[in-house]
């Protein structure tokens, strides 16, 4: 009886280490691609919105940021069954996954002088999306470390799984080109995160995860 113990409690271990990691990397992932929208409103302002009027462009650019917070309830809500459902990890791969496909379409949409008020409709799609991604995986997140650790241990694996939070804003913070408001940096920053998370998505696709 004592071997068995000994022998399950250093899989436990390293199994609410890979949960941990799972649940960091995906609010990394997810307030990296949030802030970078903040980060680049000047540029966004003037790809997707008529450049005659630069103070309603910018004002209309942080209307569509503010959007994405409205709509993360109801991310949060839909993700919460999927995981109750269908396992936490299956909804946290499909948060993380609508989130990066969102950012990365940011990337490569079309301006507004190419195709006139269809791009800023475009913008709020994938804006909606980036919200109701947040929503989701950021609870499903918690859900999911809290679920895995020992009663005394949760506060201090969440609060752990919090900060990657942070992180993930310093990191949106670093990528931004400074004064540089042109079409490369906005693609550069996006798309560049569709690689982040092919990088990262191991640690959601290991087989010894659980689903639930």
Known sequence: MSNAIAVSQPDEREL??????AGAIGNFIEFYDFTLYGFFAVTIAELFFPRFDSVA???STF???????FIRPLGAIAFGHIGDRWGRKRALLI???????????????PTYTTVGVLAPALLLICRLVQGFSA?????GA?????EHSPERERGEERGKSHSLRHRGRRRGGYVWPGDEHDDDSRRD???GLAGAFSHRS???????LPAA
């Not at 918690?142 to 809290?146: E, H, I, P, R, T």
């Open 63 to 69: 209307a569509l940021f503010g959007v994405g917070f």
């Open 202 to 208: 191991p640690s959601w696709s290991d087989r010894t």
């Open 95 to 109: 948060a993380v996954g609508l989130m990066s496909a969102s950012t990365a379409a940011i990337g490569v949409l």
């Open 16 to 21: 609410r280490k890979k949960v941990a990691r």
């Open 135 to 139: 929503g989701g995986e950021q609870t």
């Open 189 to 191: 920053a996006c798309v």
């Open 142 to 146: 918690f859900v999911l470390v809290v």
């Open 57 to 59: 462009g910018l004002l």
